[in-house]
T-cell receptor, first 109, second 112 residues
Framework: QKEVEQDPGPLSVPEGAIVSLNCTYS??????FMWYRQYSRKGPELLMY????GNKEDGRFTAQVDKSSKYISLFIRDSQPSDSATYLC?????????FGSGTKLNVKP | NAGVTQTPKFQVLKTGQSMTLQCAQD?????MYWYRQDPGMGLRLIYY???????DKGEVPNGYNVSRLNKREFSLRLESAAPSQTSVYFC???????????FGQGTRLTVV
């Protein structure tokens, strides 16, 4: 079993829709969680960094962590064509990062 | 604000050739990482350096060597390139344990 599971998609939504991206993980020791956005042929860029359970909001983005279910989510409100990218979840344990395989999102104008 | 800089951006090698991928960060980060990214496989850790002077194997170290030249620079060497090493390589850095990683723009390597 992989440490982090993420549905690869692709996920296609109309502009303005609310998008929900999700990951599950197996290691209950994970406490630090991140979401990265990766545009085609570019490096991943950090979107959200959260600690432990709860919600964190930044503009149109909300990251949610449910440690009891080992489940994290990223919500994108009022999605835009510029949000079209691959989204990777990640967890840190000490000096190592554990990445999901990424969900490809396409927001249609 | 350069962040993490990788060179070269593109490279084509013949099987058996060697090359070194260079990575430098200007954020005074302690930890540096090399990943490869293949379709459907996500990011896989090749080697990492938790601090200057230390290096450790990751998930897929075979066929690679690394050097942490100083705090800023972390290089990845392919001694005898194989077609299976065709991939996009990313360098990343973080300030320490439990802190977020920042990535370079990648090196697209093709081995023919």
């Amino acid at each position: 079993q992989k440490e982090v599971e993420q549905d690869p998609g692709p996920l296609s939504v109309p502009e303005g829709a609310i998008v929900s991206l999700n990951c599950t993980y197996s290691n209950s020791a994970f406490q630090y969680f991140m979401w990265y956005r990766q545009y085609s042929r570019k490096g991943p860029e950090l979107l959200m960094y959260t600690y432990s359970s709860g919600n964190k909001e930044d503009g149109r983005f909300t990251a949610q962590v449910d440690k009891s279910s080992k489940y994290i989510s990223l919500f994108i409100r009022d999605s835009q064509p510029s949000d079209s990218a691959t989204y990777l979840c990640a967890m840190i344990y000490f000096n190592k990062f554990y990445f999901g395989s990424g969900t490809k999102l396409n927001v249609k104008p | 604000n350069a962040g993490v800089t990788q060179t070269p951006k593109f490279q084509v090698l013949k099987t058996g050739q060697s090359m070194t991928l260079q990575c430098a960060q200007d954020m005074n980060h302690n930890s540096m990482y090399w990943y490869r990214q293949d379709p459907g496989m996500g990011l896989r850790l090749i080697y990492y350096s938790a601090s200057e002077g230390t290096t450790d194997k990751g998930e897929v170290p075979n066929g690679y060597n690394v050097s942490r030249l100083n705090k800023r620079e972390f290089s990845l060497r392919l001694e005898s390139a194989a077609p299976s090493q065709t991939s996009v390589y990313f360098c990343a850095s973080s300030s320490g344990p439990y802190t977020e990683a920042f990535f370079g723009q990648g090196t697209r390597l093709t081995v023919v």
